[in-house]
């Protein structure tokens, strides 16, 4: 069992910067491939962001090359998602998850075990 705890959201303008964490317990964090998501209202949960277990390989949805870093700290079971020059698109409740192995493919919610309660960015024009 994994549970994930999000911080980090909160309000900021458009072009601003927010670092999300996710703090994950148990001691099996290591083995874990994690992802972000979003979620807009009145929209499916999309991918945003994916990292492997050592952190060797990422991932990233093509609205957000260039503009977010997804990171791992295994000593500190913690994943981080630096937003860099947000947009008021950016704007959702962002989720975090990890998942053992892949079947489909890291950008699918059906692929990962466990989920974060969210937390709201909001990027203000």
């Known amino acids: 069992q994994v549970q994930l705890v999000e911080s980090g959201g909160g309000l900021v303008q458009a072009g601003g910067s927010l670092r999300l964490s996710c703090a994950a317990s148990?001691?099996?964090?290591?083995?874990?491939?994690m992802g972000w998501f979003h979620q807009a209202p009145g929209k499916e949960r999309q991918f945003v962001a994916a990292?492997?277990?050592?952190?060797?390989?990422?991932y990233y949805a093509d609205s957000v090359k260039g503009r977010f870093t997804i990171s791992r700290d295994n000593a500190k079971n913690t994943v981080y998602l630096q937003m860099n020059s947000l947009k008021p698109e950016d704007t959702a409740v962002y989720y975090c998850?990890?998942?053992?192995?892949?079947?489909?493919?890291?950008?699918?919610?059906?692929?990962?075990?466990?989920w974060g309660q969210g937390t709201q960015v909001t990027v203000s024009s």
């Open positions: 998850a990890a998942a053992r192995f892949y079947g489909v493919g890291y950008a699918y919610t059906s692929d990962y075990d466990y």
């Open positions: 148990g001691r099996t964090f290591s083995s874990y491939n």
């Open positions: 990292i492997s277990q050592s952190g060797g390989s990422t």
